[in-house]
């Protein structure tokens, strides 16, 4: 039996399943991942994307971080795979409990998926770091340089960016889903982003499957390794 006919055959046999993504779910949608070849990673900037989206530098060089942020980040085009797809309908059928994602593309929700754990924020929500007024990413997309609310307040996104922190209810309740999760599938991440990658360890179970177009730390952990592009291989389940 070959590894997609076992994926399918443990997906069949759970009503408890829990999925936690990365960029790599995405990138069939054409939004570039961090780490792969082709990822953010590897192209020329400045400076290295890790750098752009952290903290001291939003402070430091806010006008260069949006123009990072609007090119590379805001990725309004982009519809969802069908990785994205079939998540949303095992909800819809009972079989999924909860999506976790370190992406901030929305996507999963554009697919139907209705319980997101959006462990890093979304591009799509930004917030007046004076007055709190929300704005949407078309907002941001189409300002120049800075965007500025009315009040005068800078826009910030509501991104958790390098050095902050997670959201700690949106963490508990990631890990609670995964404690609690008779199946886990861990797709196109590279489990190098913590505290992310370490709620791997959360998981009790005995199926535990990971799907990525490389080796990653964690496969030695997996009972099941499924290489591959993501929304290929679960267009096949
Ligand atoms: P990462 O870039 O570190 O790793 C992506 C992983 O996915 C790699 O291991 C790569 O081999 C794999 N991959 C790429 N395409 C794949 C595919 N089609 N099928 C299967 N595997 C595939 O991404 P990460 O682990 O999510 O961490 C990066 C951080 O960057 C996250 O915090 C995330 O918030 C952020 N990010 C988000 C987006 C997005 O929202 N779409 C895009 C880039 C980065």
């Not at 994307?49 to 402070?59: K, M, W």
């Not at 924020?121 to 965007?147: M, Q, T, W």
């Not at 307040?153 to 995964?178: F, N, T």
Request: charged share 25%; with cysteine.
């Amino acid at each position: 039996m070959d590894s997609i006919e076992r994926l399918k055959e443990l997906v069949d046999s759970t009503d408890n399943l829990v999925f936690f993504g990365g960029a790599g779910v995405s990138t069939e949608s054409g939004i570039p991942d961090f780490r792969s070849v082709d990822g953010l990673y590897n192209q020329k900037y400045d400076y290295p994307p890790e750098t752009i989206l952290s903290h001291s530098f939003y402070r430091k060089c806010t006008d260069e971080f949006y123009r990072f942020y609007r090119d590379k980040m805001i990725c309004l085009w982009a519809r969802p795979n069908a990785a994205h797809m079939k998540l949303a309908q095992w909800e819809q059928e009972g079989k999924l409990k909860a999506v976790i994602t370190q992406n901030i593309d929305g996507l999963h929700q554009a697919a139907g998926s209705k319980k997101v754990l959006e462990l890093h924020g979304s591009v799509l929500r930004n917030y007046c770091e004076r007055c709190h007024k929300f704005y949407d990413a078309e907002y941001i997309l189409h300002s120049a340089g800075v965007p500025a609310c009315e009040c005068g307040g800078i826009i910030k996104p509501d991104v958790v960016l390098y050095e902050e922190g997670l959201d700690q209810q949106v963490l508990q309740e990631a890990m609670r889903c995964i404690t609690n999760a008779d199946m886990l599938i861990v797709g196109g991440t590279s489990l190098a982003v913590y505290p992310a990658a370490g709620l791997i360890d959360y998981y009790r179970g005995n199926k535990l499957v990971l799907i990525n177009k490389e080796p990653t730390s964690k496969d030695s952990m997996a009972d099941l390794v499924v290489s591959g592009s993501i929304g290929e291989i679960f267009s096949r389940l």
